[in-house]
């Protein structure tokens, strides 16, 4: 009676086993993409990405004739301590700040170029200087951080009137070194069999 037991239990959890393996669902394949986003490692941030959150960061720091911060900053003493921080060394003055970098036509600008002003007084004289942050999908204007003489350090866009009639020039000092993305075939993945074996697995 006893042996009669252990076999019906034996069958009976036997069958059971079976039955839930047959009801199970499969787990979900995964596709290609899914595969290659996961694989894809987060694109590192650029010389010039960090230049330009470092230069944002003094958002609101007050505008000090002469000063070259931290706690105070006229226009190409801000421009100076940042690029510092990167190895660059500026001249002090916004005018000597253009022959420390190439100097490039406005339909080139790029972010983290240095962009040129005219003071107050009018006239071809260079007397303000700024970072440059954003270019409009025109190729033609440009949003840029600098040092206010109103408003300490801020943003300000070029098509703004006092800015649009005194722009000057501009030039670059910090070559963009993005490195490049790493690919799965760069990594020498093949994808169709890397997905077959997950599949299979």
Same mark, same amino acid.
């Given at each position: 009676?006893? *042996?009669?037991?252990? =076999? *019906?239990?034996?069958?009976?959890? %036997?069958?059971?086993?079976t039955?839930?393996?047959? #009801?199970?669902?499969? !787990?979900? !394949?995964?596709?290609?993409?899914? =595969?290659e %986003?996961?694989?894809?490692?987060?694109?590192p941030?650029?010389k010039? @990405?960090k230049?330009?959150?470092?230069?944002?960061?003094?958002?609101?720091?007050?505008?000090?004739?002469?000063?070259? #911060?931290?706690?105070?900053? &006229?226009?190409?003493? *801000?421009?100076?301590y940042?690029?510092? !921080?990167?190895?660059?060394?500026? +001249?002090?003055?916004?005018?000597?700040?253009? /022959?420390?970098?190439?100097?490039?036509?406005?339909? !080139?600008?790029?972010?983290? @170029?240095?962009? *040129?002003?005219? #003071? $107050?007084?009018?006239? $071809? $004289?260079i #007397?303000?200087?700024?970072? =440059? %942050?954003?270019?409009d @999908? +025109?190729?033609?204007?440009f949003?840029?951080?600098?040092?206010?003489?109103?408003?300490?350090?801020?943003?300000?866009h070029?098509?703004?009137?006092?800015?649009?009639v005194?722009?000057?020039?501009?030039?670059?000092?910090?070559k @963009? +070194?993005?490195?490049?993305?790493? /690919?799965?075939?760069?990594?020498?993945?093949?994808l169709?069999?890397?997905?077959? &074996?997950? =599949?299979?697995?």
């Amino acid at each position: 009676m006893k *042996f009669l037991s252990k =076999v *019906f239990l034996y069958t009976l959890l %036997t069958t059971t086993a079976t039955f839930n393996a047959m #009801g199970a669902e499969p !787990e979900p !394949e995964m596709s290609p993409a899914i =595969v290659e %986003t996961q694989l894809k490692p987060e694109k590192p941030k650029s010389k010039v @990405d960090k230049l330009l959150s470092y230069a944002k960061t003094f958002r609101g720091v007050p505008y000090r004739h002469g000063a070259a #911060g931290p706690k105070g900053f &006229d226009c190409s003493g *801000f421009t100076s301590y940042v690029y510092k !921080e990167f190895g660059h060394k500026l +001249n002090r003055t916004a005018s000597g700040q253009l /022959s420390n970098g190439t100097q490039v036509n406005r339909s !080139e600008l790029k972010p983290g @170029d240095l962009v *040129f002003f005219g #003071g $107050r007084g009018g006239g $071809r $004289r260079i #007397g303000h200087v700024g970072i =440059v %942050t954003k270019v409009d @999908d +025109n190729g033609h204007d440009f949003t840029f951080i600098h040092a206010s003489c109103s408003k300490g350090i801020t943003e300000n866009h070029s098509s703004e009137s006092y800015y649009r009639v005194r722009y000057r020039n501009a030039c670059r000092v910090l070559k @963009d +070194n993005t490195p490049p993305e790493i /690919s799965i075939n760069m990594m020498g993945i093949d994808l169709a069999q890397f997905t077959a &074996d997950r =599949v299979s697995e």
